[in-house]
C-alpha cells in the first residue's frame, strides 16, 4: 500500500493511491479553505472535529468512513449537516451548540459507537439509515425532534433524552442498560416505549403520557418515576429494585 503523506493547512492527508484518500486530521477545521482541504477524503483516521465554522451547509460528498469521533460544535450559522455516502463512524457523532442547525442527513450511516446532541434547538429533521448499529451511548439534549426511533441496539450503556419540548414519540428494542435511563421535560404527550427492556442499572422517567417497560424484570440500583401524565402504571415482570423506588407526583395515575 502507497501512502503519500499531504500536508496542507495544518492538515496531515495520507493518500492510498491504490484505494482511496486517507486523511489524518490533526487540527480541527475552523474556516472553509480547511474545510475544502479535506473535501476528497474518504476516509479519515482520528478526530474529525469542525467548530466555530461561519458557514450555512456542511457536505461531504466523498466521506465514507472515520476512525474516531465527529465532532461539529458551536457554529451558529450551520443549517444543515449532510453526508450521502458515510457509511462508519468508529466513535461518536457529537453535535453540541448548534443554534441553527436544523437537518441532519446521513442514510447510508449503520455504525456508530454513540449520539450526543446537545443544544440543537431548531433540529427538526434527522435522515439516518433505519439500520444503525453499535450504538452504546444515545444522549439527546434541547432540539425540536418529534420522534426518536430506529436504532438497532440490544444493548446500551446511557440512553438520555431529554428537553426535546416536541419530542411525542420514543421507541427503542433496547434489552439491557447498563448504565442510566433518563427521559425528562420532553413534550407532555410523549409516549415511551421501551417494551423489550430487562435489565437496567437507574431508571428515572418524568413527564411522560404513555409508559411501556412491560419487560422490566431489573433495575439495580435506584428507579424514580415522577410527575408523569400516565393514569396508570404496569410493570408485570418487575422483581428487583437494587435501591429507592420512588413513584411520586404523578397526578393522574390512579392503577399501579
Partial sequence: ????????????????????????????????????????CESIKG???????????????????????????????????ESPILG????????NELTSLSLISFPSLKSVTGLDWRVIPLLSNVRFSSEISDVQDIIISDTSL???????????QTLDINNNRFLEVLNSNVENINGMLHIASNAKSLKLNIPKL????????????????????????SMSIYNNNFEELKLPNLERVGGTLSITKNSQLSTI
Fill in 146 to 156: 418529534t420522534g426518536f426511533s430506529g436504532f438497532r441496539a440490544e444493548q446500551l
Fill in 47 to 81: 478526530n474529525l472535529v469542525i467548530e466555530d465554522l461561519d458557514v450555512p451547509i456542511i457536505e461531504f460528498k466523498r466521506l465514507r468512513e472515520i476512525n474516531g469521533d465527529l465532532i461539529i460544535r458551536n457554529s451558529p450559522e450551520l443549517v444543515r449537516v
Fill in 198 to 221: 430487562r435489565s437496567v442499572n437507574n431508571v428515572s422517567i418524568n413527564d411522560v403520557e404513555e409508559l411501556d417497560l412491560s419487560a422490566l424484570t431489573e433495575v439495580k440500583e
Fill in 1 to 40: 500500500m502507497l501512502l503519500i503523506n499531504i500536508f496542507f493547512l495544518g492538515l496531515a492527508i495520507a493518500v492510498n493511491a491504490t484505494q482511496y484518500f486517507e486523511c489524518q486530521i490533526e487540527d480541527p477545521i475552523q474556516s472553509i479553505e480547511s474545510f475544502y482541504a479535506i473535501s476528497h
Fill in 88 to 95: 462508519k463512524i468508529s466513535g461518536s457523532l457529537k453535535m
